[in-house]
């Protein structure tokens, strides 16, 4: 630690002091990658040992119609007329979930363009039969953007379209639409969306409702090494009031189809170390989820010894990351994951949306 320059940041762990941003930054700066790593894997071991967690899910996102313009994107279609755009009947959702009755799901994971054609009963009523087809399934939809866009859409309180959806079967919050709190980043790449303060606004509500939520950050594209500590300092700042995040998820930027496209994608050095100090600077969120469809198999496999206890699930249906060029499949089977956190060296355990362990992976698997 001390020929790697983190002699300070080693002692303030072991003393179990908080990490400042000028330590993030130190962490994003120092060249031993394996040194931020070596530090990362004990937090993590400390908190969960060799356990590695994901589930069995289903992702759906039943349209791609957004009045949004982020940069990044290239899930989002902006006029209706346009070809790619779709949004799909509630049968036709509906029918996504009939179709895998075989499968033990345990989440719905929905994720939707900012759509302004649409009634606000549209997305109660999609709850309500997901609900009706599969009562005991968990329901993660809808990020803190679209939340925000409902409220003003529908002319309610973010507090009103929470507590109408949780109603209507909303269980839990993705962490979606974060991308990276600072005013400078969001301003070029995502102006026209929910800023930070409301972002974060709206899963302090979200916690206090009891609902548990994620967060991500978006990362590898504009933003400096300080903005993605300031980034985490942000969510650990609510996770201090709330307790109510679950995991800090890094998203790696895909850069195919979309208008920031002349940016490389990061690499796999940069998505190591950004899971590392992710696990070292948010010391009071419970997991540090490598999503990998956007980190790729390897790297998340390699991430479980870089900060990483979780690797999201078998996501099955997935359209954001790969129509930004991801080349991952769509999506795995948990025996699938089960061999591959095996092969790292680490235990598999299925959980559920809230951590709760469904099924322990027997070797054989
Ligand atoms: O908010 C969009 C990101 C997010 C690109 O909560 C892109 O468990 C990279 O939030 N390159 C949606 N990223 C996905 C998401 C998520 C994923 C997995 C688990 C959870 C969870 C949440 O995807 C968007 C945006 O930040 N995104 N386009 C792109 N080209």
């Known amino acids: 630690m001390k020929a790697a320059g983190l002699a300070d940041i080693d002692e303030k762990l072991r003393a179990e002091e908080r990490l400042t941003l000028d330590d993030g930054v130190a962490l994003f ?17 400390k908190r969960h040992g060799a356990r590695t967690y994901f589930n069995y899910n289903l992702r759906l996102e039943p349209t791609n119609v957004c009045v949004a313009s982020c940069l990044f994107c290239s899930f989002a279609r902006l006029q209706p007329s346009d070809a790619a755009a779709y949004t799909m009947s509630l049968e036709q ?27 606000f009963d549209y997305y109660k009523d999609l709850l309500r039969g997901f609900k009706r087809i599969r009562p005991e399934i968990h329901l993660k939809c809808f990020t803190a953007v679209e939340i925000a866009f409902f409220a003003d859409l529908y ?29 400078r980043v969001r301003r070029k790449i995502c102006h026209d969306k929910c800023d930070a303060d409301r972002y974060l606004s709206i899963h302090r509500i979200a916690h206090r409702l009891g609902l548990r939520t994620n967060v ?42 979309n208008q920031m496209r002349k940016l490389p994608a990061p690499s796999a050095a940069d998505t190591l170390r950004v899971h590392a100090v992710a696990r070292l600077m948010c010391d009071n969120i419970p997991h540090i989820k490598a999503f990998w469809i956007a980190t790729g198999v390897d790297v998340a496999q390699t991430a479980l010894w870089f900060g990483v206890d979780d690797l999201d699930g078998t996501v099955q249906e997935e359209k954001i990351y790969h129509m930004a060029g991801s080349p991952t ?18 235990e598999p355990l299925e959980r559920d949306t809230l951590y709760n362990i469904v099924n322990v992976h027997a070797a054989t698997c």
Do not use: C
Not at 240 to 257: C, K, R, S, V, Y
Not at 329 to 346: H, I, K
């Open 216 to 257: 991500t950050m978006l990362y590898g594209h504009i933003e400096t090494m300080e903005e993605r500590v300031d980034h985490m300092m942000r969510a650990r700042a609510l996770q201090d009031e709330t307790g109510g995040f679950q995991a800090f998820i890094p998203l790696a930027f895909h850069p195919d189809n």
């Open 329 to 346: 499949p769509e999506g795995m089977t948990t025996a699938q994951l089960s061999r591959l956190v095996r092969a790292a060296g680490r």
């Open 93 to 119: 959702a509906w029918d996504k979930l009939r179709k895998r009755a075989s499968q033990p799901l345990t989440e719905l994971h929905i994720v939707n363009g900012l759509n302004p054609d649409l009634p």
């Open 29 to 45: 700066n120092a060249p031993d990658l394996l040194a931020v790593g070596w530090l990362a894997n004990r937090e993590r071991e």
């Open 155 to 183: 002319k309610m309180t973010d507090e009103q379209v929470l507590r109408e959806l949780i109603d209507a079967g909303l269980d839990s919050l993705p962490g979606g639409g974060a991308e990276i709190f600072a005013e």
